[in-house]
């Protein structure tokens, strides 16, 4: 019977039953079709048609009925005369009986009553009829021994009679069981003798039964009914279930065995040893090999071992096509048997036989699956060969081989064994009968109790069928590691090899986010192999692989910088700090990509946490409900808990009372029952942390490069001999007052010209959106001129004070301890002032180009004020020099309109290197009587100390 068919089949049966709802019917007629638009016109129809059927058998009914009526109505009219009359009698017959009840003691002893008459009456045939019995049973029982050996004897022998016989036989030792005289121990030898002679004359008679049974089953059914009779029918369900599958088993082995002849042959070795030892694995023919070699210990040549990769990979993708077009021939089987069974066994036994059959045409196979399995993929502890179809790792490859084969073998097994399960219909027996009975199915019935039978015999075959999947179930991230780590190593190489600063952007952009399509690839098999069981192992191994990942695109990117800055010329390049942002979005799109992945992880996991305690198909109470259907997700999930579930079976408290598995506890605990727990517990702890240094990196590496320019011209400026000029200068200085050096006015246009640099990249709001994820704590870059400075005013043991280094960076804090409160501080942007009126997307372009010339800044600011505290000795025209540097640049910080700047020390700088030397001893004296002993304010006075001293004042 087609799968059309069946689904017709069920779609008439749900329309009839009593539980018919619409959806159930519409999910049943739709499940199998692609096209649902086309299967809801066609099912209208359908309906349509049967709709009018329907409305004719309704008249039809209507007018017999019609008819009907009137007779009935004569009939009751006549039941009701007979009945009166009845009761008349019976009225008579009570009066006549308390008549009775008033006569003396001897009528009593001389008249029974009429009840009692009957009572032995009955009594009395009952005994007589099993005194017929036994007298028939000991008259006949010679003269039918007798007859049997003539029946067995005749030509061809007379079967049929001989068991009916023999059957009677049986019936006549019960009946003669107890009787006196003896002779039951020569009855049971003489039964036991004929049972024999007949089992062996019927041998035969069922082989030949069975292999013609493709062309005529009546000599079967005839088989079954005489197997019956002997009660050896368990006898004809092996033999008849152990004949079915010896088509799929010629076709398995058929596959990789050389085919033609010698398939049959293989089937028939395979089947004898399973017929002797019931395991099949002594002497297995090698019907499959991928890579073993011819001579092991023969050295190969560079063209035979591609040679050998090429028919590897050619091998394992015929084994992924194939195995679906084995697993369509076993349903195929399946879809006849159910039918021929049914003609065969009856509806009752029909599911156990049809799953018994399933069972059978993978118990010869099931050895040789596991070792087509591991020549796909080589088992846990067993080893990775990178030649077997590339594997998970296999860049560019065929994608066969590997894990991916092993996952896609598995889930195709998955979806045979949820269209297996509906041929089977071991539902249909317990349904059908408790419907005709009125009662409910799920009570204690014969029917219902072979039918648990069935499920428990149909999950034994499943159990079985994905058995050769164990190992890899078992250990799965171990049979992932080697793939995905060769994986790793590939891509490692290439992101080391990334040298030259033109190309770095678009080689770091492919290859950055290559590894998380392959740890999606490894969740998938997770998911498919493990459904929830071993989540910290896969989660870990997955972590360890985005982890080093990041960790190399980390040292990448300091290499680059290295490289970028050590080649970069005396002229600003625009295309160079373009490129640097390219790659801030490189990290800024891994760390995105890596949240999105944890997120979609944590959602997945959340669902196999609720798959994991679906208990179907174990429940073997006779009231457990029979699924109609198993969904592929139900399967594996049942499977992996069998295959999985052993170590960590144990029920525990998830903290709120209630008991759960200990594998559903640990992965509820992984994806956070609540929010708190969401946030802190972390699926990929070392990828995040790997994430951070590598967003360190390239904030790093863009610092670098918009910073390199100023940093080479600020470099030696404190040996400079204009800074120990005394006395007036020329008279064009006098004239035109003293103009900034050439140093610091490069350093000022190369700060106007990084806005240009900036807002291109800034002006794309996808790639701001993406370098906006790396951009926390980018100041931290910018620390290190502020650690020398500290340094260099003499404060040393402060330097790695962060707490110190932020207030000094901040500045905020710092005008109570550098003006006086008649001084008018520095018209600083805050926040709020740099707010321009525009859209969503402007105001987020221009705080990214004030973040990193906000960064620059304070880096330039810091090497600034380094400098001028390393200047050896600072004359009277040096200092106006000084000032006349530091002014300017606080007029850039002015003019780009940043927040935070120029810094508040740039201008108490540009003041206490022009101060006069009365007012900067008072200033110095003030500081001896404050109260205020932070390390903040410690800086300020040691840096006010090193001027007067380069200034030659005495202190």
């Known amino acids: 019977m087609t799968t059309s068919s069946a689904l017709e089949e069920r779609l008439s049966a749900l329309l009839a039953s009593p539980n018919f709802s619409v959806p159930a019917y519409l999910n049943l007629a739709l499940r199998s079709s692609a096209n649902h638009e086309e299967q809801m016109a066609s099912l209208a129809l359908q309906l349509q048609i049967k709709t009018q059927s329907c409305h004719d058998e309704i008249g039809r009914i209507g007018a017999e009925l ?37 006569d003396d003691d001897d009528d009593n002893n001389n008249h029974h009553h009429p009840l009692h008459t009957l009572h032995s009456l009955l009594n009395l045939r009952t005994h007589l009829t099993a005194a017929r019995s036994i007298l028939a049973a000991a008259a006949s029982w010679d003269e039918t021994v007798h007859s049997i050996p003539a029946l067995l004897s005749a030509a061809p022998p007379k079967l049929t009679e001989a068991v009916y016989a023999l059957s009677q036989l049986e019936a006549g030792a019960r009946a003669l069981r107890g009787m006196p005289g003896g002779g039951r121990e020569e009855r049971n030898a003489s039964l036991a003798k004929l049972r024999s002679q007949l089992e062996t004359l019927l041998k035969p008679q069922l082989l030949h039964a069975l292999r013609k049974m493709d062309t005529r089953l009546g000599p079967l059914q005839l088989c079954v009914g005489m197997y019956g009779s002997l009660g ?42 399973h017929d002797e030892d019931g395991t099949g694995e002594e002497d297995e023919t090698k019907d499959f090999d991928f890579s073993e070699d011819a001579d092991d210990g023969a050295p190969q040549s560079t063209q035979s071992t591609t040679t050998n990769v090429t028919t590897t990979t050619t091998n394992a993708k015929q084994f992924i096509d194939f195995l679906p077009m084995f697993y369509e021939a076993v349903l195929e089987l399946l879809s006849k048997e159910r039918n021929q069974s049914r003609l065969v066994f009856g509806a009752k036994l029909s599911p156990s036989i049809v799953a018994q059959v399933l069972m059978e045409c993978f118990k010869p196979i099931v050895n040789s699956f596991e070792k087509r399995l591991g020549s796909l993929c080589p088992a846990p502890g067993k080893g990775y060969s990178s030649a077997v179809g590339g594997g998970a790792g296999s860049r560019g490859g065929s994608g066969v081989g590997g894990m991916e084969a092993i996952a896609a073998a598995y889930e195709s097994t998955i979806q045979f064994l949820s269209l297996a399960y509906d041929q089977m219909e071991a ?26 039978q069935a499920l428990q015999t149909i999950r034994q075959a499943f159990i079985l069928i994905a058995s050769p999947f164990l190992p890899y179930q078992r250990a799965l991230a171990e049979a992932e590691r080697d793939p995905m780590g060769e994986a790793a190593s590939m891509v490692a190489k290439d992101v080391r090899s990334v040298v030259s600063f033109e190309d770095a952007a678009e080689r770091l952009g492919g290859l950055a986010p290559f590894m998380f399509p392959l740890a999606e690839a490894a969740i998938n098999r997770f998911e498919l192999l493990n459904s929830g069981y071993n989540a910290q192992a896969t989660l870990s191994s997955i972590d360890a692989l985005l982890s080093d990942h990041a960790s190399e695109l980390a040292i990448a990117m300091g290499s680059l910088s ?26 800024g799109l891994f760390k995105r990509n890596l949240k999105s992945f944890e997120h979609s992880v944590r959602d997945r996991l959340r669902v196999l946490s609720n798959q994991m305690l679906d208990s179907v198909l174990e429940d073997s109470s006779s009231n457990a409900e029979i699924p109609d259907s198993l969904t592929p997700v139900q399967i594996r999930a049942m499977l992996a808990k069998e295959a999985c579930a052993a170590a960590s079976a144990a029920v525990i408290d998830d903290g709120s009372g209630v008991k759960f598995p200990s594998a559903v506890v640990e992965l509820r605990r992984l994806v956070g029952s609540s929010a708190k727990d969401a946030k802190t517990t972390l699926l990929f702890p070392k990828a995040l942390e790997a994430t951070s240094r590598l967003a360190r990196s390239c904030q790093s590496f863009v610092f670098e490069v918009c910073y390199a320019i100023p940093e080479r011209h600020l470099r030696g400026i404190s040996a400079l001999p204009v800074w120990k000029q005394d006395g007036s200068g020329d008279m064009e200085e006098d004239s035109y007052g003293i103009l900034p050096q050439s140093f610091i006015t490069h350093v000022g246009e190369h700060m106007l010209a990084l806005v240009q640099a900036l807002e291109p990249f800034a002006s794309d709001s996808e790639a701001l959106g993406l370098a906006n994820e790396v951009m926390s704590g ?21 330097g790695d004070d962060s707490a110190t280094l932020d207030t000094l960076m901040a500045g905020k804090s ?37 973040q990193w010339l906000d960064v620059v800044g304070l880096a330039v600011t810091g090497r ?7 200047i050896p000795r600072l004359g009277r025209k040096g200092a106006e020099h000084l000032a006349a540097d530091l002014n300017y640049i606080r007029n850039v910080f002015t003019a780009l309109g940043v927040a935070g700047h120029p810094h508040p020390l740039l201008k108490y700088a540009a003041q206490l290197v022009i101060l006069d030397e009365d007012s900067l001893r008072s200033r110095i004296a003030s500081r001896c009587v404050e109260t205020d002993s932070s390390e903040t304010l410690d800086v300020i006075r040691r840096a006010e100390l090193r001027i ?5 004042i005495s202190v």
Not at 435 to 452: E, F, I
Not at 564 to 580: I, K, L, N, R, Y
Not at 948 to 952: E, G, H, K, T
């Open 66 to 102: 019609q008819a009907i009526v009137p007779r009935c109505a004569a009939d009751v009219g006549r039941l009701k005369g007979g009945l009166e009359g009845m009761e008349l009698d019976v009225a008579g017959l009570l009066a006549g009986m308390d008549d009775d009840d008033g």
């Open 232 to 273: 050896k029918m368990e006898v004809l369900r092996e033999e008849y279930v152990r004949c079915r599958p010896g088509e799929i088993i010629a076709l398995w082995f058929s596959f990789g065995g050389g085919g033609g002849g010698g398939s049959a042959k293989m089937k028939s070795d395979e089947r004898q040893r």
């Open 427 to 452: 539902w249909d027996g317990s349904k059908d009968s408790a419907d005709a009975k009125g009662v409910d199915s799920s009570s204690s019935d014969p029917t219902s109790d072979k039918s648990n």
């Open 562 to 587: 290295g490289n970028a800055t050590s080649d970069s010329g005396p002229e600003f390049d625009e295309q160079h700090v373009h490129c640097a942002l390219e790659i801030l979005r490189i990290a």
């Open 778 to 798: 980018v100041k931290d870059v910018a620390v290190q001129p502020w650690k020398e400075f500290v340094s260099a005013a003499g404060c040393a043991s402060s």
């Open 814 to 850: 710092l005008s109570k301890h550098l003006l006086d409160e008649d001084d008018a501080t520095d018209e600083q942007p805050t926040e709020q002032d740099n707010e321009e009126d525009g859209d969503v997307e402007s105001k987020a372009s221009t705080a990214f180009c004030n």
């Open 864 to 870: 600034i004020l380094e400098r001028t505290m390393r």
């Open 948 to 952: 007067a001293y380069v200034r030659s």
